[in-house]
Nanobody, 114 residues
């Protein structure tokens, strides 16, 4: 059973940066598309960014130009570099496989103060 563990969330001021990490255990992610999602209070979980096994990326319009998703297949990890953070980026961030997701991890809390 693959387990995904997210880390790197924190409280930051608007305009700041954070780097989130996601590590997979019990399986290999290198042949699968990966994604970061987020869920703000009282809102549905939404796709933030995804990266294919070949390295192609897509981003939600709300984060284009500010967030960068990357993967390290050798280390079985995926990252999300978040710059120019805004209060509306406040959410719990999760990673998962883009298609056929496994049970969700606990996520990592990102809080952006104005």
């Amino acid at each position: 059973q693959v387990q995904l563990v997210e880390s790197g969330g924190d409280l930051v001021q608007a305009g700041g940066s954070l780097r989130l990490s996601c590590a997979a255990s019990g399986g290999i992610m290198r042949n699968r598309d990966m994604a970061w999602y987020r869920q703000a209070p009282e809102k549905q979980r939404e796709l933030v960014a995804s990266v294919t096994s070949g390295g192609s990326t897509i981003y939600a319009d709300s984060v284009k130009g500010r967030f960068t998703i990357s993967r390290d297949n050798a280390k079985n990890t995926v990252h999300l570099q978040m710059n120019s953070l805004k209060p509306e980026d406040t959410a719990v961030y999760y990673c998962n496989f883009r298609w056929y997701p496994v049970p969700w991890g606990q996520g990592t809390q990102v809080t952006v103060s104005s």
